[in-house]
């Protein structure tokens, strides 16, 4: 069957439907239905495993018009659950293309939708925040269920092991000559990887379920906390981890991760309404005064209320004044929201991996004068 030619169902669980055309595979998908404001970096967005169990509406109207291409992806395969486009481009043009969009997500197993107005779309979950949905694409042949059948799909709660779905297996390692890093993996971004091996980082990936005590095995001059899917309450073993590696080396948490280590110093985590998704986010370092464009994908936010007194906020939100970053007042500990390696988005908040490695020379030079870290 032809691009375009296929139906698609993208029924919501506020009882709001939408009817377009499917492309990728025929099948039928249950998520959280988010929005993203980026006008490139799909294929990175489509891997990122923060977007683990989630269908992604993009709101730049045109997606795969310069193609899919290897070395591009930010883990192994397509992470989110659905794809909703106003058009979805049948014919890429790029040097570097070895794919269509449909062709990607056929081959991944991911059902998209496009023909939609995606404006409506956003604007209703805008409206009425992120929510469930069910979205179908029909093989050749095949009719568009009817409503009953898709609402026995959205009456199932979606499980909440988000992290144990896309956390590494067993530990790896990313040989380097320079600092010895362990990267606890919530759903890592491959741009993580190469912002630490660009710094010739040393680098140890475990799992999200390690122990401290394994941590500290591998003698880290420092401890990055990486970003993730869903919510942070969902893991609590983590930040009892956090726990124990705070004050004795230095940590660097990353969206998720920041929000972990927020919960491991005493803090609050709540749910946003639809979430900061996309790589078009003003952020203010409140230390500097600078504002930087950043990239983000999350749904859950570290509350003011009720912030430890250990925390200062460093970074906040340009559009809404949420919380973007923190430091421990005492400790060699900080934390932003935003994505500082982005893939997608800009490289503003790149300097930070230099900053988190300013911070191991600052605790080892403390260490060796017989102080406590400050």
Known sequence: ??????????????????????????????????????????????TDPSYYRQIVTFTYPLIGNYGLAPGVEQSWQVRAFGVVVREAAPTPSHRRSVETLDEYLRRHGVPGIEGIDTRSLVRHIRREGTMKGALVSTGPGEGLPDKAA???????????????????????????????VVLVDYGLKHGMLE??????????????????????????????????????????????????????????GICLGHQVFALACGGRTEKMSFGHRGCNHPVKDLTTGRVMITSQNHGYVVSREGLPEDLEVTHVNQND???????????????????PEARPGPDDAAELFDRFLEEIDNAEAGVEEGRVYA
């Open 195 to 252: 912002s630490l091996r660009h710094r010739n980082c040393d680098i140890y990936v475990v799992p999200a379920w390690t122990p401290a005590s394994e941590i500290f095995a591998l003698r880290p001059q420092g401890v990055v906390l990486s970003n993730g899917p869903g919510d942070p309450q969902d893991i609590p073993e983590a930040a009892e981890t956090v726990r124990e590696l705070l004050g004795r080396v230095p940590l660097f």
């Open 321 to 339: 004044g949420t919380v973007e970053g923190l430091r421990h007042r005492h400790l060699p500990a900080f934390s932003v929201q935003f994505h």
């Open 150 to 180: 898709l609402w026995a799909h959205l009456e199932q709660p979606i499980p909440r092991d988000h992290v144990a779905q896309v956390t590494a297996r067993a530990p790896y390692r990313i040989p380097g000559q320079g600092k010895r």
């Open 1 to 46: 069957m032809k691009h375009g030619e296929r139906k698609a169902y993208l029924l919501l669980e506020d009882g709001t439907a939408f009817e377009g055309k499917g492309f990728g595979a025929a099948a039928i998908s249950v998520g959280e239905v988010v929005f993203t404001t980026g006008m490139t970096g799909y294929q990175e967005t489509l």
